[in-house]
Structure formats: C-alpha cells, structure tokens
C-alpha cells in the first residue's frame, strides 16, 4: 500500500497538556477506496484525525500528495483538498440543505461541483429546500459528505459517521459512503466493524496511541484471533450491513 499512498504519515506524535497522546502513529491511505482507521476507545483515532488536520501540535511527518504538510495550518491544509466530515456531521439544524451546501463553498476553489453531489445524492437536490434538522441521521450524512466533494477535495475525512445511529440508519450511512468512495478517497474512522468489512479495502488499528497493524482489512477480519487482540471483539460481533446493490457483494 506504501507505493499507492495518497496520505503518508511516518512518527506522528501529540503532547496536548503535557500528556502524550499520539507515541509515533505510522499510517498509509490509499489513493483509491476506503482505508479504515480502527482500534478501541481510547487508542488515539481522533486525536490521529486532528494531528492530520493541524488543529492539535504535532511533530513527524505528514506527507499528502508527496507533499510534507506537517507544518501547515488548518486553513492551508484545506486549500490542498482535505475535505473533513465530523462525528457530530456539524449540519446547520436551521438552515436548508441548499444554504448549508452554499456555506461549504470554498472561495478560490473553482465552480463548486454540485453536479457531482446530485449525481451521488440526489435526494439532496429533491430536498434542497427542506430544513436540515429535520432530515434523518443518514440524510444528513450525505449533507456533510456532500459538503466535502463540493469544492474538488482530493481526501474525505470521516470520523465515526455511526456513532449514535440505529441499525436502519447505519446501512443508509454506508450508502452514503460507498458512493462517495467512488469519486474521492476516504479515510474512515469507525468503531462498527460490519461497515469496515463492506467498505474497507485497507485498515489500520492504534493501540495506546501507537500503530499496531497495518494491512488488508480483509486479512484483518477474518482473523478471530488479531480482532479480539486487537479491537477486543469476539467471534460474535455483528454481521455485514447488506450491500447497497444487489449485484455487489464484499
């Protein structure tokens, strides 16, 4: 996976406080599909995501695109095409689908590719008018993955886009991010094993704030032994969201 990677971060290490929380993450994301960024409560997964991002200090490094980013700030970083969806999706409750795809748009960034988002999703563009907060938890997903495609991002970020949600809700979630996968790579941040299993080509656990595997997610899962090492699941854990097309199975 180290030749194909599209984010490529060697000794990432955080001190927020005087604690350190990051020891030396090593971790690789493809140019192409779903890399999954596992590992227990704890681990450092976010904190990972935010060293990413520039908004904790870090030091290691942290090359996008061939590029060493790890000095940049937040705004810079965005500029190169990191696009960023939140564990709480960050949707404006009382603003229309339209006015929160409009506040994403980046000035400088080029005609926003709202073609692009109503191609994926469109049930955004049918619902344009409708008030965000009420739209359902997978809806609104597609709100903040769609914000992130808008302005030609070259990376989606999504931290934890299930937490929260019920069953029901989580395989429309998994929909959202099969189809945005398609068009932009995604790193993806996920405690639900069943949606690592359907969308993930690649995985990376942290333990205690280090990197302790890296690898085929496939190899991973179907390993009993290193996911209950590993993740702490037993045999037992949930079976697979069904796929979204009938012709498709991973």
Do not use: W
Request: glycine content about 12%.
């Amino acid at each position: 996976m180290t030749a194909g990677a599209l984010l490529r971060i060697r000794d990432l290490r955080v001190v927020i406080g005087g604690r350190h929380i990051l020891h030396g993450v090593d971790l690789d994301v493809a140019a192409a599909g779903v890399t999954a960024l596992l590992g227990r409560n704890g681990a450092g997964k976010t904190t990972t995501v935010r060293g990413v991002l520039g908004l904790v200090p870090r030091t290691g490094s942290v090359l996008f695109g061939g590029e060493e980013t790890v000095r940049l700030a937040t705004h810079a970083l965005v500029r190169r095409g990191i696009g960023y969806a939140p564990e709480d999706r960050g949707v404006f409750a009382g603003l229309s689908v339209a006015e929160n795809l409009r506040l994403a748009e980046r000035p400088g960034a080029g005609e926003p590719a709202y073609a692009l988002v109503h191609e994926l999703f469109p049930e955004l563009k049918q619902r344009a008018r409708q008030a965000a907060g009420t739209l359902s938890g997978g809806q609104q997903q597609m709100v903040a993955i769609s914000r992130t495609l808008l302005n030609g991002n070259r990376l989606i970020i999504a931290d934890e886009p299930t937490k929260g949600l019920a069953p029901r809700v989580v395989t429309e979630v998994a929909r959202v991010l099969e189809r945005a996968a398609e068009a932009v790579p995604v790193l993806l941040v996920e405690q639900n094993l069943a949606m690592v299993r359907r969308l993930a080509e690649h995985c990376v656990v942290l333990a205690d704030g280090r990197t302790a595997h890296q690898g085929p997610a496939d190899e991973l899962l179907t390993d009993a032994e290193a996911t209950r090492r590993l993740l702490g699941v037993g045999r037992h854990d949930p079976a697979p969201a069904p796929p979204a097309h009938c012709d498709r199975e991973r």
